[in-house]
């Protein structure tokens, strides 16, 4: 089903149209957004996210502040979370009695930039109905493609003889199919990049790498390590490169995206638009999940919206978004940089500026200069898959 172009409404595209195998899982190409719909004209939204490493995802959840335990999460593994303030189907009130608990509590999980879908499962019906995606009109639509796939019979064996009888059982059964499938198809979690063979004992790194790998970890410098954890977990599972948390980066606003063409569109994430049920909770705009850094270098487009080109821009702009902002933002007309001008002045103060490498003022050093940026690029290329070891 992954690779079947035929559940699509324009009948020429699949999953791995957007999610490419040879790529991570993610385009081969340098868009910013991909083309999807009926026509395969409609530009996307946002990235294309590698589908690598999402394994241990927990399910989204509001939870008490505190260090995830990535030992206790994964699709694989249904997550438990401490306890849940969103009970499925249900939004909160803006102000409502718990807004100040909510405050204090640290959203976790999900899938999209902006876990809009709680679970791999939940994720799967998300771009085969998007219109600008694989563009089915409706369920009885899908289904109708389902019946008709050379696998329907198989579908049946496994799921049994009603699974293709009512939308409602052929959905819910395919996007199973499709979660299980990218849950456990090791192609989806080899664990063997050049830092993986390091942490086995079975490569080395070179000094080079090495000198990245210490600034991705040094708080008053890359602190990279805050989010994208670079250790294994108490259980000695691999680094995810995620804490699977939320945070406001303020990437520069992508003008190119059709949506930005109207200069009140904003794309905040978890507060909506796109995501509906926390719309109205202010604390929660501009924040987007923190993607795992495992194969970051065969990306060609970084952050939410695409908006950086290149890996060691992506870097470069960590450690510059404070200290040269007019580097990254417009000037407006009277000659002041647009400061964060992809979220709208009144979600600013959500911004991330109070760790490294974001606690530093306009024209400080930046907390990495150019050489250091090379040695966390030449690190984050030991992520990539498929290394082969001397022996
Ligand atoms: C037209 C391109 C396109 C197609 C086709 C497509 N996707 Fe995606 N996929 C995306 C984009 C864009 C996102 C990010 C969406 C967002 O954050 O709102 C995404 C996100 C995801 C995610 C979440 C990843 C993460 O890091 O949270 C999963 C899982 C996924 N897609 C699976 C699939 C599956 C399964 C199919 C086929 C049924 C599919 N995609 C088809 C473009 C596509
Ligand atoms: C405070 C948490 C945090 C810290 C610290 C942090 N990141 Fe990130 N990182 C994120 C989040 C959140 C995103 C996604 C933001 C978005 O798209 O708007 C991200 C995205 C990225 C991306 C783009 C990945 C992609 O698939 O598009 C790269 C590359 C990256 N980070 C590298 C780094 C490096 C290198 C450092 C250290 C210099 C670092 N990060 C420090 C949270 C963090």
Redesign the pocket.
Known sequence: MFFDASLSGSGRMSCVTCHNPANAYAPANALAVQLGGPELNQPGAR?V??LTYLERTPKFVIRPDGKFDPDDGGVAKAARPVFSLLPDGKTWPANGPNSAKLAQLVPEGGMD?DARAATLPEQAGGPLFDPREMANRDGPALLARLRAAPYANEFIAVFGQEALRSPDSGLANAYLALARFQAEDRSFHAYDSKFDYYLAGRAQLSAQELRGLK??DDPK????A???LDRPTKNRMAPAFT?Y???????PRNRDLVANRDPAFFDE?LCGPARKDMAGQQQYCG?????T?RN?AT?Q??????A?HS?ED??RF??ERETRPEKWYPRQADGTVEMYDDLPPAHHTNV?VG????NRHRGDEP??NDQEIED?VAF?KTLTDGYLPAS
Not at 245 to 251: D, Q, R, V, Y
Not at 287 to 291: A, E, V
Request: proline residues 6%.
């Open positions: 990235a996210p590698s930039w600034l991705f410098k890359g602190n990279c805050a989010c994208h804490d948390e939320f945070e406001a980066l303020a990437a994430g924040l987007f999940k923190t993607p850094l970051v990306r487009v970084f952050f939410h919206n695409g950086i890996l992506a870097v960590y450690v991330d760790d490294a490498p974001f907390a990495l966390v984050l």
